[in-house]
């Protein structure tokens, strides 16, 4: 009886997580550091719980666009580029950006990363997964970068170069990204009948999710 209960300690200590529990696990860390960022006083302009910016920075990782506080007006310009910054993490994958810091480094990816990088992208095989992290986040820089000129000549008119230039890099990030974020109260609503912001976001929304 002693031995086999000695086996099953070293079985259950030798047990590793799935790749899809690592994920799992590491998107759950983003979020929790996420949400200590956002919880800042440098962050926000007061009156933000804990619980508040657990639930903005969980919304922005997984971009879903579930908010309980106004974007554009509880945080301030850097609370607003950390969201940013989860949005894009979260939307292209932590695995991805990952795998792409690796190789410019000049490190390999190890097998264990990358099966799960092969989940987090959705891929059957193994093969070429770095040359695919690379055309994916060059394709994402590239649309945003599009994207956020073709709506600063709506934004900056509107807001000022500062401002405006700030406006369309935050949209065309959520946008490409499908997150559903605004800084705006209403969201979007304000420009319905705008068809330079409207064709924009729904064409970023259609090449994001592609």
Avoid at 193 to 199: F, H, V
């Amino acid at each position: 009886m002693a031995p086999r209960l000695s086996n099953l300690r070293v079985s259950l200590n030798n047990k590793r997580f799935s790749p899809p529990a690592l994920l799992a696990s590491i998107y759950a860390v983003f979020i929790l550091l996420g949400a200590i960022v956002l919880r800042l006083p440098v962050s926000h302009h007061g009156g933000i719980t804990f619980s508040d910016a657990l639930f903005t920075a969980a919304s922005a990782v997984t971009v879903t666009g579930l908010i309980v506080v106004d974007t554009g007006s509880a945080f301030t310009l850097f609370g607003q580029i950390v969201i940013t910054l989860l949005i894009q993490l979260g939307g292209l994958g932590l695995m991805t950006f990952a795998a792409l810091l690796l190789s410019m480094l000049g490190l390999s990816i190890g097998m264990p990363q990358r099966m799960i990088l092969r989940d987090e992208l959705g891929e059957s095989n193994l093969s070429d997964l770095g040359r695919l992290v690379r055309v994916v986040i060059l394709v994402a820089l590239i649309c945003e970068a599009i994207g956020t000129l073709i709506m600063m000549t709506v934004f900056v008119p509107q807001f000022g170069w500062a401002q405006g230039t700030w406006q369309a890099i935050f949209h065309a990030v959520s946008a490409f990204n499908n997150a559903g974020f605004s800084l705006f109260p209403n969201s979007l609503m304000g420009y319905v009948g705008n068809p330079t912001i409207n064709l924009t976001i729904t064409f970023m929304f259609i090449i994001g999710g592609l």
